[in-house]
Each structure stands twice: as C-alpha cells, then as structure tokens.
C-alpha cells in the first residue's frame, strides 16, 4: 500500500498544481445544474430503489429491453444487407405501321 501511496503521490501534486495555476489564471467556477437534470437525477434515484425492492420484476424489464434492443439492431442489419433489385435499361422501337401488297400483310417487327 505504501508503494502505491509512493507511484501515485506524484500525479496527484502535478493534478494539484494544475488546478492552482488554473485557478489562478481564471479563478474559480462555480455551476449548478439546470432543472431537468437534477429531475432525472431524482427520477433514477427512484427508479433504482424500486429495482432493488422488485428484483424480479427489473431483471424480466433489463432482459427486454436487452432483447428489443437486439432486435432493432438486428433489423438494422438486416434492412442495410438486404439483397438491391437489378436494373436493367433497354428501348423499345415501335413497329411500323403493316403495309398491304396484293392482299398479304408485310408486319414489320419490334425491336427491343
């Protein structure tokens, strides 16, 4: 214990004389959080205490949002490797219009 007392004592003083020469040059901060975070605060503090009286019920509601969790991810997945349509560009020239000669129809063809 002595030695790692010894190994840390040094970084603890340069941690020291930074913040003096910080605060020196300027001054001191003070800051309070806004309203919402000291709420949420409040609100998870709570939340924790009621997963610590109702063990069960919080393992069953981590394990699903665990599970949801993994299922949007996996579906994430699998909509960006989801197999893409081939495209294919082609024209289609339109037949002429059927000529008649001595009573037979020349049909002309349609190219694509």
């Known amino acids: 214990m002595e030695l790692l007392k010894k190994v840390v ?15 020196a040059l300027l001054g001191s901060f003070s ?18 205490g ?9 393992t069953v509601l981590g394990m699903a949002l665990l ?6 991810g996996g579906g994430a997945y699998w909509y960006n490797h989801r197999p893409r349509p081939v495209e294919t560009r082609f024209k ?16 002309s063809a349609c190219l694509i």
């Open 92 to 107: 289609i020239k339109a037949p002429e219009l059927t000529q008649w000669e001595d009573n037979k129809a020349k049909v």
């Open 67 to 72: 599970i949801i969790m993994a299922e949007l």
């Open 50 to 58: 009621w997963a610590r009286t109702n063990r069960f019920a919080a």
């Open 9 to 23: 004592w040094p970084f603890r003083m340069l941690v020291a004389g930074i913040v003096s020469l910080l605060r």
């Open 31 to 48: 800051w309070e959080p806004p309203v919402w975070v000291r709420y949420l605060g409040e609100k998870g503090s709570s939340a924790g």
